[in-house]
């Protein structure tokens, strides 16, 4: 692992991985294909060292382009996507481009080239779950969580991009020999991620005097890891991970919604009540949770960041110390969730 293509490394989760490889890899060059759409950003990338990491501002459905720098690499660790629920809601399109066809080009030149790939995927490819209190096992019995077993049931226009893609990539193991693994992850938390996304919009609405608002009645469950945790896992599993093999990535961290918002207003020193209830989202999946069993066992892999409100209190200082990183996009990023009630 000599030089890898990060895709979508100046996104939130890929620059993670690519600060994460930078401190931890010394020997590893990093060119970063991003086409830096509305949700990348090069100061996530300020600091890093030139002559190892490279970016590349450029589409990941461009053939010339993929063909040209895959020729040249050990491994595609794939991020790139249109990623934001909401959005796909609105405007399917660029879904189906990027999620779909982008990781088409891309494992094409794998194939190609006989190039190492890492497919980076989302739990949201298995639909949802019920909650816990109307479960038998109470979320703890057998198939009461996600694992690579797990039928494919994809709810929106996102979630269904990113199981399309995931299929693609298993098709071309199975018919191609594709030397490719796949991950799918919970929801990540942490600093650098879009102010569209639930944590980072309600502390930056506290921070910009904006009441925070709150799908429904908040009873819908996200399984939360850390992203360091989640940039840790993927590079086991590029390294260690067996070919053609699916590892689920989760840190146990269910909490609804509603604990969430009302454990940033506790964090930020607001009263447990100073939110909105507006408008839920459609078709809105109602609990994720990960057994990461598999990756635990095979891989030897732990998550490092266990406890959440200490990871939630840093996560708002960061954003309480950027303003400058989140400020200018506030006002647009509002104006689109009025327009649809939230
Ligand atoms: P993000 O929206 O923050 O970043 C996406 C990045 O991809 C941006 O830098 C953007 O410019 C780039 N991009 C978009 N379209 C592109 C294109 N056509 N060509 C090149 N670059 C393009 O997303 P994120 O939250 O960091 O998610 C990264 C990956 O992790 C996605 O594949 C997502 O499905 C997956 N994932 C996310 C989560 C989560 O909680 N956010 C959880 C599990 C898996
Ligand atoms: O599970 C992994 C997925 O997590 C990733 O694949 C996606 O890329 C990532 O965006 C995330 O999807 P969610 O839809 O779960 O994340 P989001 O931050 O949009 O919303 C989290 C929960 O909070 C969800 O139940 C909707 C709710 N919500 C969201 C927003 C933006 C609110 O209640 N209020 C809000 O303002």
Request: glycine share 8%; aromatic share 10%; proline share 4%.
């Amino acid at each position: 692992m000599k030089h890898i293509i990060v895709t979508g490394g100046a996104g939130f989760i890929g620059s993670n991985f690519v600060h994460y490889v930078v401190n931890h890899h010394p020997d590893v060059h990093v060119t970063v294909l991003d086409k830096l759409t509305y949700a990348g950003n090069k100061e996530n990338l300020a600091g890093l060292p030139e002559d190892r990491v490279k970016l590349v501002v450029g589409d990941i459905a461009d053939t010339e382009l993929v063909d040209r720098l895959v020729k040249e690499t050990n491994a595609v660790i794939h991020y790139a996507a249109e990623s934001h629920n909401d959005n796909s809601l609105k405007d399917p399109s660029p879904f189906v481009h990027t999620n779909i066809m982008g990781t088409y080009t891309l494992i094409e030149a794998c194939r190609k080239y006989g190039v190492r790939y890492h497919h980076v995927s989302t739990d949201e490819v298995y639909g949802d779950l019920p909650l816990r209190e109307d479960l038998p096992g109470h979320g703890e019995g057998p198939g009461e969580k996600f694992t690579a077993e797990t039928p494919y049931n994809p709810s929106s226009p996102y979630s269904a991009t990113k199981a399309g893609s995931d299929l693609l990539v298993k098709a071309w193991v199975r018919s191609f020999g594709l030397k490719a693994t796949l991950s799918n992850c919970s929801n990540n938390y942490g600093p650098y991620q879009h102010i569209e996304k639930f944590i980072p919009r309600q502390i930056t609405n506290v921070l910009a005097g904006i009441r925070p608002k709150l799908y429904g009645e908040g009873k819908n469950v996200r399984d939360w890891i850390h992203t360091n945790d989640h940039s840790s896992a993927v590079w086991a599993i590029l390294t260690e991970g067996r070919i053609g093999e699916t590892y689920l990535i989760g840190a146990d961290g269910e909490e609804n919604n509603k604990q969430v918002l009302e454990l940033i207003l506790e964090l930020m020193g607001q009263p447990k009540d100073a939110y909105d209830q507006v408008t839920d989202r459609a078709g809105h999946d109602l609990r994720y949770a990960i057994d990461s069993t598999k990756l635990n066992e095979e891989l030897g892999w732990k998550p490092a960041f266990t406890n959440f409100r200490e990871g939630l209190a840093d996560t708002i200082q960061w954003y309480t110390d950027h303003k400058e990183w989140w400020l200018v996009e506030k006002e647009a990023v509002e104006a689109k969730y009025a327009q649809n009630n939230q």
